[in-house]
Protein backbone atom coordinates (compact mmCIF):
# COMPACT_ATOMS: atom_id res chain seq x y z
CA UNK A 1 0.00 0.00 0.00
CA UNK A 2 2.68 2.71 0.80
CA UNK A 3 4.44 1.35 -2.33
CA UNK A 4 1.30 2.25 -4.34
CA UNK A 5 1.00 5.56 -2.55
CA UNK A 6 4.63 6.61 -2.97
CA UNK A 7 4.46 5.77 -6.96
CA UNK A 8 1.12 7.62 -7.22
CA UNK A 9 2.88 10.99 -5.63
CA UNK A 10 6.16 10.38 -7.78
CA UNK A 11 3.64 10.36 -10.91
CA UNK A 12 1.30 13.09 -10.03
CA UNK A 13 4.96 15.16 -8.93
CA UNK A 14 6.36 14.04 -12.72
CA UNK A 15 3.37 15.08 -14.48
CA UNK A 16 3.14 18.83 -12.62
CA UNK A 17 6.75 18.84 -13.28
CA UNK A 18 6.01 18.63 -17.04
CA UNK A 19 2.79 20.44 -17.03
CA UNK A 20 5.48 23.75 -15.85
CA UNK A 21 7.93 22.99 -17.94
CA UNK A 22 5.30 23.12 -20.78
CA UNK A 23 3.71 26.11 -20.02
CA UNK A 24 7.15 28.05 -19.50
CA UNK A 25 8.74 26.95 -23.13
CA UNK A 26 4.71 27.78 -25.09
CA UNK A 27 4.98 31.25 -25.47
CA UNK A 28 1.89 33.47 -24.07
CA UNK A 29 -1.35 34.32 -26.13
CA UNK A 30 0.64 37.69 -26.30
CA UNK A 31 3.29 36.68 -27.87
CA UNK A 32 1.82 34.59 -30.68
CA UNK A 33 2.14 37.48 -33.01
CA UNK A 34 2.61 37.24 -36.87
CA UNK A 35 5.58 39.94 -36.81
CA UNK A 36 7.81 36.73 -35.29
CA UNK A 37 7.07 34.71 -38.82
CA UNK A 38 8.10 37.78 -40.75
CA UNK A 39 11.42 37.44 -42.37
CA UNK A 40 14.72 39.28 -40.77
CA UNK A 41 14.75 42.60 -42.42
CA UNK A 42 11.33 42.83 -44.08
CA UNK A 43 10.88 46.91 -45.20
CA UNK A 44 7.27 46.80 -44.95
CA UNK A 45 4.98 44.72 -42.29
CA UNK A 46 1.27 45.68 -41.15
CA UNK A 47 -0.83 43.59 -39.18
CA UNK A 48 -4.25 45.19 -38.29
CA UNK A 49 -7.21 43.72 -36.04
CA UNK A 50 -9.79 45.50 -38.43
CA UNK A 51 -7.98 45.79 -41.94
CA UNK A 52 -11.07 46.23 -43.46
CA UNK A 53 -12.37 49.52 -41.17
CA UNK A 54 -8.99 51.07 -41.78
CA UNK A 55 -8.83 50.20 -45.78
CA UNK A 56 -13.00 52.17 -45.44
CA UNK A 57 -11.01 54.84 -43.30
CA UNK A 58 -8.03 55.36 -46.07
CA UNK A 59 -10.42 55.16 -49.46
CA UNK A 60 -12.71 58.02 -47.46
CA UNK A 61 -9.98 60.16 -46.47
CA UNK A 62 -8.65 63.67 -47.70
CA UNK A 63 -5.15 62.33 -47.66
CA UNK A 64 -5.78 59.42 -50.70
CA UNK A 65 -7.71 62.16 -52.50
CA UNK A 66 -4.57 64.43 -51.93
CA UNK A 67 -1.92 61.52 -52.70
CA UNK A 68 -4.19 60.46 -56.05
CA UNK A 69 -4.12 64.37 -57.55
CA UNK A 70 -0.17 64.65 -56.88
CA UNK A 71 2.46 64.47 -59.03
CA UNK A 72 4.29 61.71 -56.98
CA UNK A 73 0.78 59.39 -58.08
CA UNK A 74 1.41 60.43 -61.31
CA UNK A 75 4.82 59.63 -61.54
CA UNK A 76 4.00 56.14 -59.74
CA UNK A 77 1.34 54.90 -61.91
CA UNK A 78 3.42 55.27 -64.92
CA UNK A 79 6.66 53.82 -63.32
CA UNK A 80 7.73 49.72 -64.13
CA UNK A 81 7.51 48.77 -60.73
CA UNK A 82 3.85 49.69 -60.42
CA UNK A 83 3.55 47.60 -63.91
CA UNK A 84 5.62 44.64 -62.31
CA UNK A 85 3.48 44.99 -59.14
CA UNK A 86 -0.13 44.21 -61.27
CA UNK A 87 1.58 42.04 -63.03
CA UNK A 88 1.98 39.64 -59.57
CA UNK A 89 -1.32 40.69 -58.35
CA UNK A 90 -3.48 39.59 -61.64
CA UNK A 91 -0.64 36.38 -61.56
CA UNK A 92 -2.19 36.00 -57.53
CA UNK A 93 -5.35 36.82 -58.84
CA UNK A 94 -5.23 33.87 -61.39
CA UNK A 95 -3.88 31.45 -59.02
CA UNK A 96 -6.32 32.00 -56.22
CA UNK A 97 -9.17 32.55 -58.10
CA UNK A 98 -9.79 35.98 -56.12
CA UNK A 99 -8.49 39.60 -56.60
CA UNK A 100 -6.57 40.73 -53.75
CA UNK A 101 -7.23 44.70 -53.71
CA UNK A 102 -9.23 47.04 -51.63
CA UNK A 103 -12.35 46.17 -52.71
CA UNK A 104 -12.36 42.48 -52.01
CA UNK A 105 -10.13 43.53 -48.49
CA UNK A 106 -12.99 45.89 -47.10
CA UNK A 107 -16.15 44.25 -48.28
CA UNK A 108 -16.35 42.06 -45.21
CA UNK A 109 -14.90 41.36 -41.79
CA UNK A 110 -14.37 37.88 -42.93
CA UNK A 111 -12.63 38.89 -46.17
CA UNK A 112 -10.76 41.25 -43.94
CA UNK A 113 -9.57 38.67 -41.82
CA UNK A 114 -8.89 35.65 -44.39
CA UNK A 115 -6.92 38.43 -46.52
CA UNK A 116 -5.47 40.72 -43.56
CA UNK A 117 -3.47 37.70 -43.05
CA UNK A 118 -1.87 37.07 -46.34
CA UNK A 119 -2.30 40.37 -47.96
CA UNK A 120 -0.97 42.25 -44.95
CA UNK A 121 2.45 40.92 -45.01
CA UNK A 122 2.91 40.95 -48.31
CA UNK A 123 1.53 43.95 -49.44
CA UNK A 124 -0.52 42.85 -52.01
CA UNK A 125 -3.84 45.17 -51.25
CA UNK A 126 -3.46 47.72 -53.46
CA UNK A 127 -5.36 51.48 -53.76
Not at 23 to 31: C, F, I
Not at 66 to 72: C, V
Not at 97 to 119: F, L, Y
Request: positive net charge.
Amino acid sequence: MKRILIASCIVVALCLIGWATYQVATPAADDRSFARLMPQGALVYLEAKDLSGLLREWNASPEKAAWMKSDNYEVLSRSRLLLRLEQAQNQFAAAAGVPPDTSSCAKSPANARRWGSITSANSSCST
